[in-house]
Every structure is written in structure tokens, then in C-alpha cells.
């Protein structure tokens, strides 16, 4: 069964530097997501992504972030200064369609990602 | 703004039993979807079963079933013939017809014994 693989598995980064967190989504999906845990904390949304733009997005979703599907396969998270509040596991997904409401979000294995 | 409230932080179950996972949610629309996700120790979130808010019928997924009340905005999942296999965090969550976010509950840990 196709599944949403994420690369790093586990990512340590000092603080204010840039990491680009990678996602190759299930390859007959056209929506994108990716979706923040804090330690001990509930699974947040930051943004979902569709035909190359971003759909709808969170607060937590600022300016720091970015998202980009640089190929017909990879989907990336950039942070671009991270802070401390960064270190999270961060979970990619992907959806066939959401139009009729039918489909569902595969998630990814996440990646952990530490900010010293 | 929709929020998931899953009241129990862990709950254990002997294998073979039945056990029973709660969930509220808090919403104004009328159109949305429910969905547990479970995610064993590997953390990897499977989707479990899904409930469509126009649907009157509760969701079944083999052992696993829902009791879909939405007037009292409940939503809870019922695991029979509890499974070693079963253990692991099990999350609600809710999308809103209009959107593509799912919001999710804190979890609840299920730990099936022997």
C-alpha cells in the first residue's frame, strides 16, 4: 500500500538556522499538508497546499515558514530562522481530493526536529 | 473556532475486552467530518474510521465502531476483541466542510494487557 514517506527521520539544528523538512506524498494525491506536534501537545495545522499554492494556512503559519513542491514528487517545509519554539514533530499528509468531502489525509512517520 | 476534546488521557483494556474511547466536539456548522486516527509507538497516524456529519448511520470498520451523536456532539470509538496490536494513541479529529484542516483532540493512550 502506497504510503507518505518523510525524510530526515530526526533533524538538530542550532537556533536561527534554516532546515528544510522533506515529504514525498502518495503519488496520485494532489493535496498536501503538513501539521506540527509539540511535545506532549495536541497536533496543530500550519498549511495545506493544492495545484501549487498555498489553500489555507494557520496562524502559526508565518512568515518564517514556507512551503514548496520543488518536483512532481517531494513537498518541503522551509523554517527559515528556527527558534527554540520550533522543536516539534512534524507530520506531512496528503489527500486525493477534499471537493466532495471523500478523502482522507495519509499522514507521513513525522519528523523530529530539535532546536538548541 | 472548532475545538476536540478527548477527556480521557489513558485508559488500558485486558485483551479481548471491549473498551470505549470518548470525544467532544464544538462546532456552529452543520456540515463536517469525524475521524479517529490511531498512532502506535512507530508514530506513524493511521486513520481508523471516518463519520460524515449528514450520515445518521454510525461508521463500522471491522472490530472498531463509532457512536455518532450529534446533538450532544459526541463522538465516541468503541474497540471490540481489544488486540496487543491496539495499543497505541488514539486521536479525534474533526474537519469542517469547509475546510481542509483537521483539528485534533490531545489523545488518548490505549494500552491493551494481556
Known amino acids: 500500500e502506497p504510503e507518505v514517506t518523510q525524510t530526515p527521520s530526526h533533524q538538530v539544528t542550532q537556533m536561527g538556522q534554516e532546515v528544510i523538512l522533506r515529504c514525498v506524498p502518495i503519488?496520485?494525491?494532489?493535496?498536501f499538508y503538513w501539521y506540527r506536534q509539540i511535545l506532549g501537545q495536541k497536533v496543530e495545522f500550519l498549511v495545506s497546499f493544492y495545484n501549487n499554492e498555498i489553500s489555507e494556512k494557520s496562524e502559526i503559519f508565518d512568515d518564517q515558514f514556507s512551503v514548496e513542491r520543488p518536483d512532481g514528487s517531494n513537498f518541503t517545509l522551509k523554517i527559515r530562522s528556527t527558534k527554540l519554539e520550533d522543536s516539534a514533530m512534524y507530520f506531512c499528509a496528503s489527500s486525493r481530493r477534499t471537493w466532495s468531502g471523500q478523502e482522507t489525509q495519509y499522514f507521513g512517520p513525522g519528523t523530529r526536529l530539535l532546536v538548541l | 473556532a472548532q475545538t476536540v476534546t478527548q477527556s480521557q488521557p489513558e485508559m488500558s483494556v485486558q485483551e479481548a475486552e471491549t473498551v470505549t474511547l470518548s470525544c467532544t466536539y464544538d462546532?456552529?456548522?452543520?456540515?463536517?467530518?469525524l475521524f479517529w486516527y490511531k498512532q502506535p509507538p512507530s508514530r506513524q497516524m493511521i486513520l481508523v474510521i471516518r463519520q460524515e456529519a449528514y450520515k445518521q448511520q454510525n461508521a463500522t470498520e471491522n472490530r472498531f465502531s463509532v457512536n455518532f451523536q450529534k446533538a450532544a456532539k459526541s463522538f465516541s470509538l468503541k474497540i471490540s476483541d481489544s488486540q496487543l496490536g491496539d495499543t497505541a494513541m488514539y486521536f479525534c479529529?474533526?474537519?469542517?466542510?469547509?475546510?481542509?484542516?483537521?483539528?485534533f483532540g490531545k489523545g488518548t493512550k490505549l494500552t491493551v494487557n494481556p
Open positions: 503519488s496520485n494525491h494532489l493535496y
Open positions: 462546532t456552529s456548522e452543520n456540515n463536517y467530518y
Open positions: 479529529a474533526f474537519r469542517g466542510g469547509g475546510s481542509e484542516k483537521l483539528v
